[in-house]
T-cell receptor, first 111, second 114 residues
Framework: QQQVKQSPQSLIVQKGGISIINCAYE??????FPWYQQFPGKGPALLIA?????SEKKEGRFTISFNKSAKQFSLHIMDSQPGDSATYFC??????????FGTGTSLTVIP | EAQVTQNPRYLITVTGKKLTVTCSQN?????MSWYRQDPGLGLRQIYY?????VTDKGDVPEGYKVSRKEKRNFPLILESPSPNQTSLYFC???WGTGGNTEAFFGQGTRLTVV
C-alpha cells in the first residue's frame, strides 16, 4: 500500500509558469514532509521540507503548502525555469520509522 | 566533503551470480537505507538500519540482504540475482527519521541482471 500518493506523474510547464505537484498521506503519525529533487544521473537531494505545525513554507521560488486536516501537501514552483526540469519526490516520515516516498513527478519546463 | 559513496556505479551480471553493492557515509549518521528506483514506482525502500547491528525490512526486501557491522558501511547483498532485480539502486543516510532530518543519497548504482 502506497503510504504517500503523488500526482501528476509528469508535468510540462512553460518558462515563467507555476508548477504544482500534489501529495496525500494517511498516517497521521508522520511529522516531517520533505521534497526531493533529482536530476538525471544523480541521487535525490533535499529541496525543501515542512513540519505539520505550519501551513506554508517558502524558500525562494519554492513553496510547500500543507493542509493537515485534508492530509495533503503540495509543492509550488513559481516562475519555473528550464533548470528546474527534474524529477520531484515528496516524502513523509516520523521519528523512529522509515521514510516513505511518493512515485515521483517528472517536470519539464519548456523555454 | 560530506557524502554517501556507492560502488560500483554500473554493474551487469548474470542470473544467480552473487553480488554486493557497497555503501559508505562519512557523516556519522545513525540511519542508513537502500532504495530501488523503477519507472512509475518511485523510490521503494528495500532495507533500513537505525544503528549498528539493527536492520529492518522495508517495502521490497525479497531477494536482498544487508548488514550493518560498522556505523559507516551498509552493503546490499544479492545472493542470487534475478532479472526482476534490474533497477537503479540508491543508498541514503541521515541522523534519524522524522523531525528535520535530511536524507543524503549516493549517486546510484545501475544494475542489470541478464
Amino acid at each position: 500500500q502506497q503510504q504517500v500518493k503523488q500526482s501528476p506523474q509528469s508535468l510540462i510547464v512553460q518558462k515563467g509558469g507555476i508548477s504544482i505537484i500534489n501529495c496525500a498521506y494517511e498516517n497521521t503519525a508522520f511529522d516531517y514532509f520533505p521534497w526531493y529533487q533529482q536530476f538525471p544521473g544523480k541521487g535525490p537531494a533535499l529541496l525543501i521540507a515542512i513540519r505539520p505545525d505550519v501551513s506554508e513554507k517558502k524558500e525562494g521560488r519554492f513553496t510547500i503548502s500543507f493542509n493537515k486536516s485534508a492530509k495533503q501537501f503540495s509543492l509550488h514552483i513559481m516562475d519555473s525555469q528550464p533548470g528546474d526540469s527534474a524529477t520531484y519526490f515528496c516524502a513523509a516520515s516520523s521519528t523512529g520509522n522509515q521514510f516513505y516516498f511518493g512515485t515521483g513527478t517528472s517536470l519539464t519546463v519548456i523555454p | 566533503e560530506a557524502q554517501v559513496t556507492q560502488n560500483p556505479r554500473y554493474l551487469i551480471t548474470v542470473t544467480g551470480k552473487k553480488l554486493t553493492v557497497t555503501c559508505s557515509q562519512n557523516m556519522n549518521h545513525e540511519y542508513m537505507s537502500w532504495y530501488r528506483q523503477d519507472p512509475g514506482l518511485g523510490l521503494r525502500q528495500i532495507y533500513y538500519s537505525m544503528n549498528v547491528e539493527v536492520t529492518d525490512k522495508g517495502d521490497v526486501p525479497e531477494g536482498y540482504k544487508v548488514s550493518r557491522k560498522e556505523k559507516r558501511n551498509f552493503p546490499l547483498i544479492l545472493e542470487s540475482p534475478s532479472p526482476n532485480q534490474t533497477s537503479l539502486y540508491f543508498c541514503a543516510s541521515s541522523w534519524g527519521t522524522g523531525g528535520n532530518t535530511e536524507a543524503f543519497f549516493g549517486q546510484g548504482t545501475r544494475l542489470t541482471v541478464v
